[in-house]
C-alpha cells in the first residue's frame, strides 16, 4: 500500500483526473460520490431507496482519487464511498468526513481480463510471463496506477509476483476502472486488470485469472458522510446501504458485503 506521503503526491497528480459532474439534484436530495465500480450495484441500491422512500439520490461516478480531490476543492458531496481506504484517511485528516459516520462497507478481488474471444490461457505465479502475453504491440489496461485504488491494486500484485517491471513501459493507463475496462471489452488492449465485479458486468470481456488476495493489500470499500453535508437523506441512504435488504444489490455484482459478518 502507498504511505501517505506518496498519497498526498498522487493527489497532486490527481488534479487532471475530473470526476463526472454529479447530477442534478433537487433540494432535499442526497448528492453520492462514488467509485467507478461501484456503479451497477449502487445505481440498484439507490433505485430500490428512492422506490422505497419518494427521495431521489444523485450519484457521480469517477476514480476515487478524483472524486476525493473534488471533495477537498469543495464538490457538493453530500456521501463519499472510496474503493481505497487512503483516499477516505486522506479527507479524514483533512477533516472533511464525519467520523463517527464511517464504515468499510464492502470487499472486491481483482483479475486480468481479456476480451471475450481471446484464447489467452495465463497462470497468475511467480514470474509469469505476462510481457510476452501481451504479443508484440499490446498494452495493460489499467487504472492509474499511483493514484486510482484498481490501478495501486493491480500494480501491488504485479509487483508482488515479480512482473512489474517487464510491463511497466507497456500501459495503457485510464482514469478510473471502468474505462481500463472498455479498452478490453473493445478491443483495444488484449489484457487489463480490473475488480472482478467490473469482469462480471461486461459480457465482452472474460476473466483469465483472479489474483491471489495475499499479492496486494486488502480491497475495502469505506463510506462516510461529508462533513459539510446538512442532506438528512444522505445519512438514511448510507443506513440503508447497511441493511439485508440492500445486501443482495452488492452481491450479485460479486462484492463481498463487510457489514455484519
Known amino acids: 500500500m502507498p504511505s501517505r506521503t506518496c498519497v498526498a503526491t498522487a493527489l497532486a497528480a490527481a488534479l487532471g483526473l475530473a470526476a463526472l459532474a454529479a447530477p442534478a439534484a433537487k433540494a432535499q436530495d442526497a448528492v453520492v460520490f462514488a467509485a467507478a465500480s461501484l456503479k451497477n450495484a449502487l445505481d440498484a441500491a439507490a433505485a430500490a431507496f428512492s422506490d422505497e422512500t419518494g427521495e431521489t439520490i444523485a450519484i457521480s461516478y469517477a476514480g476515487s482519487a478524483a472524486l476525493a480531490r473534488q471533495i477537498e476543492q469543495g464538490a457538493p458531496a453530500d456521501l463519499f464511498v472510496s474503493a481505497h481506504v487512503v483516499w477516505m484517511d486522506h479527507l479524514a485528516e483533512a477533516g472533511l468526513i464525519r467520523e463517527d459516520s464511517r464504515v468499510d462497507l464492502l470487499s472486491n478481488r481483482i483479475a486480468l481480463v481479456a476480451p471475450a474471444d481471446s484464447d489467452a490461457q495465463i497462470t497468475l505465479a511467480p514470474g ?5 502475453a501481451l504479443g508484440p504491440d499490446g498494452r495493460l489496461a489499467m487504472a492509474e496506477t499511483t493514484a486510482v485504488p484498481a490501478g495501486i491494486y493491480g500494480r501491488a500484485a504485479l509487483e508482488s509476483l515479480g512482473v512489474w517491471e517487464s510491463v511497466a513501459d507497456r500501459l495503457a493507463q485510464a482514469e478510473n476502472v471502468r474505462a481500463a475496462l472498455a479498452l478490453v471489452s473493445r478491443g483495444e488492449a488484449p489484457l487489463g ?8 458486468a461486461d459480457e465482452d470481456v472474460r476473466v483469465v485469472g483472479t489474483f491471489p488476495e495475499a499479492t496486494h493489500p486488502p480491497i475495502v470499500y469505506p463510506a462516510a458522510l461529508t462533513a459539510q453535508s446538512d442532506a438528512p437523506v444522505a445519512a438514511d441512504f448510507l443506513a ?18 463487510l457489514l455484519g459478518e
Not at 240 to 257: K, N, S
Open 193 to 200: 486488470i480490473v475488480y472482478t465485479t467490473d469482469a462480471t
Open 240 to 257: 440503508f446501504l447497511r441493511t439485508p435488504e440492500a445486501r443482495p444489490f452488492f452481491e450479485r455484482e460479486g462484492f463481498a458485503v
Open 128 to 132: 509469469f510471463d505476462l510481457a510476452g
